[in-house]
């Protein structure tokens, strides 16, 4: 299994851009998670599916963030228009059957918003 | 909203050192795991503990689920430099869909 696949792995990109971050989850997974980090919050939980389904996105910032997932095996998040306050690394993870079981994540994408 | 304290942030050993990392709330959580992350990747689960009062090991790492389920511990005996990197709890929330994260302890064990 190859994993929670991230890309890109790492983004530059300038203040007012579009920007939109790809997720693959692993095969059979049935919930999936965006979370973003950064050195002062810590991991926050953006928005996460289940069943391809948005549960529950009162972690999305912003209205200039946005998710889809068209299928169970792929996500995108997209940013319009970016901001600096915007650089962090984003998290992709997915898993089976519940929170109780973990979440496999991915290795990020550290996004830059210069 | 249900929030995880972990303390300390940031610890500083020898290699053979033994250390202790918290995982502190108000709130009581239907399950807690712990996490470690390298840096340039994503978290990796070591552990989920479910029951009040669970104590699991993996090798030289004991975790512990409190009683009331508020709060967790892991040690680590005769720490080693392979165990640097940065330790994050994380609670299941009370309708059991997501995953809440503490801010992480940042260990780094010196040869």
């Known amino acids: 299994d190859a994993g929670v696949i991230q890309s890109p792995r790492h983004e530059v990109t300038e203040m007012g851009q579009e920007v939109t971050l790809r997720c693959k989850p692993i095969s059979g997974h049935n919930s999936l998670f965006w979370y973003r980090q950064t050195m002062m919050r810590g991991l926050e939980l953006l928005i996460y599916f289940n069943n391809n389904v948005p549960i529950d996105d009162s972690g999305m910032p912003e209205d200039r963030f946005s998710a889809k997932m068209p299928n169970a095996s792929f996500s995108t998040l997209k940013i319009q228009p970016s901001e600096p306050r915007d650089s962090a690394v984003y998290f992709c993870?997915?898993?089976?059957?519940?929170?109780?079981?973990?979440?496999?994540f991915g290795s990020g994408t550290r996004l830059t918003v210069v | 909203t249900q929030l995880l304290e972990q303390s300390p942030q940031f610890l500083s050993i020898q290699e053979g050192e033994n250390l202790t990392v918290y995982c502190n709330s108000s709130?009581?959580?239907?399950?807690l795991q712990w996490y470690r992350q390298e840096p340039g990747e994503g978290p990796v689960l070591l552990v989920t503990v479910v029951t009040g009062g669970e104590v699991k090991k993996l090798k030289r790492l004991t975790f512990q689920f409190g009683d009331a389920r508020k709060d967790s511990s892991l040690h680590i005996t005769a720490a080693q430099p392979g165990d640097t990197g940065l330790y994050l709890c994380a609670g299941a929330d009370n309708q059991g869909g997501k995953l809440i994260f503490g801010q992480g302890t940042e260990l780094s064990v010196k040869p």
């Open positions: 709130s009581v959580f239907s399950s």
């Open positions: 993870a997915s898993s089976f059957q519940g929170v109780h079981y973990g979440y496999t």
